[in-house]
Every structure is written in C-alpha cells, then in structure tokens.
Nanobody, 123 residues
Framework: QVQLVESGGGLVQAGDSLRLSCAASGRAGSTNIMGWFRQAPGKEREFVAAVGRDSTYYAASAKGRFTIARDNAGNTVYLQMNNLEPQDTALYYC??????????????????WGQGTQVTVSS
C-alpha cells in the first residue's frame, strides 16, 4: 500500500507562486510515476504534470509556468507553480502509478491518490 500526503496549497494572488509537495510512503514499485491532477468545482479531474525516473510530462496548461521535480530518493514530488492565474484555482491531488499511461488516460487510472490540497488564486 502507498500513502500520499500533499502540502503547500493556499490562497494567493494572480501572478504569485506556490510550491506543492507530496510525500509518498509504502511500496516503491508502485510509484514509478508520480504526478499532479487538479479538479475545479463542476469540472472533471485533469492531469497537470508527472515525473518518472528520467522524464517529465506536462499538460498544455502547465507548460512554461509549472515545474515538476522529484527528490533523489524518489519519495517526494514537488510542483512549482509560477505566475498563477485565477483559472488555476482547484483542488490539487497527488497521484502515483506504475506507468505514465495510467496517469494520462481518460479517466486517469492512477493506483494511489492523495487527499488533495486547495489552491485558490484571486484576481
């Protein structure tokens, strides 16, 4: 079993930055890919970014503003979000899977999910 614990959400103004963190514990083989999703009220959960051992993946909405990274141990993943916009407001979930296809499929088939951390961007 894998547990994912997110932190770092908050209320910021447009143009500000935030860094989300997600710490994983449990079976390392189940967390080859770690990443972030977000869900705004009334909308579907959407893929934001993911990181494997050697690769990173981004949704179009995240490219250029968000950076995903993983610590050397591979147990913590970070999402640096710069130049935030009101449309980035959502509940951000950390997820883990064995394969990137599980993260980018519709609907996503990640094996594990965190509880979510709220990001609110005011205009």
């Amino acid at each position: 079993q894998v547990q994912l614990v997110e932190s770092g959400g908050g209320l910021v103004q447009a143009g500000d930055s935030l860094r989300l963190s997600c710490a994983a514990s449990g079976r390392a083989g189940s967390t080859n890919i770690m990443g972030w999703f977000r869900q705004a009220p009334g909308k579907e959960r959407e893929f934001v970014a993911a990181v494997g051992r050697d690769s990173t993946y981004y949704a179009a909405s995240a490219k250029g503003r968000f950076t995903i990274a993983r610590d050397n141990a591979g147990n913590t993943v970070y999402l640096q979000m710069n130049n935030l916009e009101p449309q980035d407001t959502a509940l951000y979930y950390c997820a883990a899977a064995g394969w990137i296809s599980s993260m980018t499929s519709t609907p996503p088939r990640a094996n594990y999910w965190g509880q979510g951390t709220q990001v609110t961007v005011s205009s």
